[in-house]
């Protein structure tokens, strides 16, 4: 029993650390260890159920040991601030007034990408029609609209992330990568624009390094609209 | 706070109950069974051994073998069970160099099979 409760303190602590280290990209709601414990305990008590060859009782301790683990861990949590940041992490404020803050995205190994598509779940289609946009330490996202909600018609497309030109979205902007080249260029070298989202009216939403974000008219093609 | 302090408490009383009892209680059982076998070495060595001793034996372990299941995997039981069917019949017949060797393995499987259950860092890993 010894033996069984220590191997389940060990993999458990291993997969918190490394849940941990995967950033909230892992998360759904639940608190890192939460997910842990969801995820081992129901191996734990298959396995007994399905193999006759293994005594009921391997089953029972290990999951009384999980649930020991989370009653602790529960405990220290609500210990203290240094404590829950450690084992669950802080909210992240992914999106300020300055706009995108992509080193808080890149420390919770998420991108732009997954931010647009965190922030479609909820209703925003636009990187603007936000003030504020949080990653909570559960992995959800909340976000505090701008005052005056802002009309939009037409999906923005990710033409710009980190620097790269996102060449599959260029299909639907019917533009060459020299033409976005040329609108970054007024501004900046490519290698310093962190996002440019593009939607069908020519609206750029243009965040650069270090600046805040600006909201810019590109030149579309004509007939170019979806 | 108070209910997951006692819910700590409670569910820590429980494993170390069990984790004292379950060694204790295999060792005895091991420890017993592993005597009754040197008995059965020395008779088999002695070429005195008659079919009652074996089958003295095999009643002893059916008897702990009950209880045992609740802690170690049926596999390891089943191990004995076959050991020690051998060894009666190989008894009875009185072979007497093949008997002492299944005697052997039974007294290895006697000592190894509770170290399994020993806190050590072979047994973690």
Not at chain 1, 150 to 178: D, H, Q, T, W, Y
Not at chain 2, 28 to 44: A, D, G, P, R, S
Not at chain 2, 86 to 104: G, M, P, Q, Y
């Amino acid at each position: 029993m010894v033996v069984i409760f220590i191997r389940t303190f060990i993999i458990f602590i291993t997969l918190v650390i490394l849940i941990r280290l995967m950033g909230k990209r892992q998360i759904g709601e639940m608190q890192p260890f939460e997910l842990i414990v969801t995820l081992i305990i129901a191996d734990l008590a298959c396995i007994p159920m399905a193999d006759v060859s293994i005594p009921l009782i391997y089953g029972i301790v290990s999951i009384l040991a999980l649930f020991l683990l989370h009653q602790i861990f529960t405990l220290i949590e609500k210990s203290g601030d240094l404590a829950k940041k450690v084992l669950s992490g802080k909210p992240s404020i992914v999106i300020n007034t300055f706009g995108v803050d992509m080193v808080e995205l890149r420390s919770n190994n998420l991108g732009v990408d997954d931010l647009i598509e965190s922030m479609r779940a909820l209703g925003y289609f636009h990187l603007d029609q936000v003030d504020y946009a949080i990653f909570e330490s559960n992995g959800k996202l909340s976000a505090l609209p701008k005052k005056e909600p802002l009309e939009c018609s037409s999906l923005p497309l990710l033409v710009i992330n980190e620097g790269k030109i996102i060449n599959r979205n260029l299909e639907f902007l019917k533009a060459e990568e020299s033409k976005i080249l040329e609108f970054t260029q007024q501004k900046c070298s490519i290698k310093d624009v962190e996002v440019l989202t593009v939607d069908g009216t020519g609206k750029a939403y243009f965040k650069q390094k270090q600046k805040k974000y600006e909201i810019l008219q590109f030149p579309l093609n004509e007939g170019v609209k979806w | 706070m108070v209910k997951t302090i006692i819910s700590i408490v409670v569910v820590s009383l429980i494993l170390t109950a069990g984790i004292i009892f379950e060694n204790n209680f295999t060792q005895n059982e091991f420890e017993e069974f592993h005597q009754t076998l040197e008995v059965l070495y020395e008779k088999v060595n002695d070429k005195t051994a008659v079919e009652d001793d074996a089958y003295a034996v095999q009643n002893c372990w059916l008897n702990k073998k009950k209880y045992l299941h609740s802690f170690i995997p049926h596999t390891e039981i089943k191990e004995f069970d076959l050991w020690i069917a051998e060894s009666v019949k190989l008894i009875r017949d009185k072979k007497w160099e093949d008997a002492l060797s299944k005697v052997e393995v039974l007294l290895e499987l006697a000592e190894q099979v509770p170290k399994t259950f020993k806190l050590s860092l072979e047994n973690i890993l």
